[in-house]
């Protein structure tokens, strides 16, 4: 089995799953899903939003720029009202409401400002968060809840699928309990505020907190808002011994506990990632 990290200039993880071999200057394209707010006004006015929906994974810069955009008021509103929303936070987050602004959909009362929307939020995590199964579920793995909502926020960017998150838990687990370092590309991209499946050499070496292949151990906070899903493989992480997985493509996601078997793997994903080339070429939208 090997336990190594590998050499940094050759191999990494990557969002969702994906990994990226340098030295063959593989291109990944993504594309970030957007969902809008919905309106269920029972006249078809659209003008005026009844609801906020927030997906799994929404960042809380994304969340306060939705609440802004829902309520009609100056960028900017939602993040300056944290002052004085009084959010009911585990005391490790530090004020910062990352992974507690539960993804789901709110009604947006007459009345509603972002005080209120952000406290709902809040409210709906703590009660989904800090229920016996959660709660017990994170003592089961010696960590409390806020590691656990840390846990669940990268498997939530990583994951191709919902059937990959107990595995990429795992893989979170077993680099810990190792010592390696996570070297996982959706910290560094909440880092660099970006949302991308490219990431140079520079940027792993970027001095920065979130920077999992520089620090050891979880990032300090969540790197955004998961659900139920990632949550749950976050306490129960299915068994294995996995230490590395690569997405060769759409629902072929592959994890592994053998480098010379990964390498394997990502020599196929760069022959995939060749032959699809001209379909699949581009930035990160």
């Not at 910062?96 to 993804?103: K, S, T």
């Not at 990032?219 to 990632?230: F, K, L, R, Y």
């Not at 493509?249 to 760069?270: C, L, S, W, Y």
């Not at 080339?277 to 990160?284: K, W």
């Amino acid at each position: 089995m090997y336990l190594n990290t590998p050499p940094r200039r050759t191999i990494r993880l990557t969002r969702r799953g994906r990994l990226v071999l340098i030295a063959t200057g593989a291109v990944v394209a993504g594309t970030a899903v957007a969902v809008p707010l919905l309106s269920l006004d029972s006249e078809g006015d659209s003008s005026k939003p009844t609801a906020l929906v927030i997906p799994e994974g929404w960042r809380a810069g994304q969340i306060y720029d939705a609440v802004d955009k829902a309520l009609t008021l100056p960028p900017g509103s939602a993040k300056k009202s944290l002052a004085k929303a009084n959010l009911k936070l585990p005391n490790d987050a530090e004020g910062n409401p990352e992974g507690y602004l539960f993804p789901a959909t709110y009604p947006l009362a007459e009345k509603a400002t972002p005080e209120s929307l952000l406290s709902y939020m809040v409210d709906t995590a703590n009660k989904k968060f800090n229920g016996a199964p959660i709660a017990a579920g994170a003592q089961r793995n010696s960590m409390n809840v806020y590691q656990a909502v840390t846990i669940a926020s990268i498997v939530q960017a990583e994951a191709a699928t919902k059937a990959d998150m107990g595995k990429v838990a795992r893989v979170v687990f077993n680099r810990l309990e190792r010592g390696m370092p996570l070297q996982m590309d959706s910290t560094l991209n909440y880092a660099l505020n970006r949302s991308t499946l490219r990431t140079t050499n520079d940027d792993t070496r970027i001095d920065n907190p979130y920077n999992s292949y520089m620090r050891m151990g979880l990032p300090p906070t969540p790197i955004d808002n998961p659900g139920e899903d990632a949550m749950r493989a976050a306490i129960s992480p299915t068994p294995g011994d996995w230490l590395y997985f690569v997405t060769v493509k759409p629902g072929d996601t592959r994890f592994t506990a053998d480098f010379a078997e990964h390498q394997r793997n990502v020599a196929e994903f760069n022959a995939e990632q060749k032959s699809g080339a001209s379909a699949q070429a581009g930035p990160a939208r």
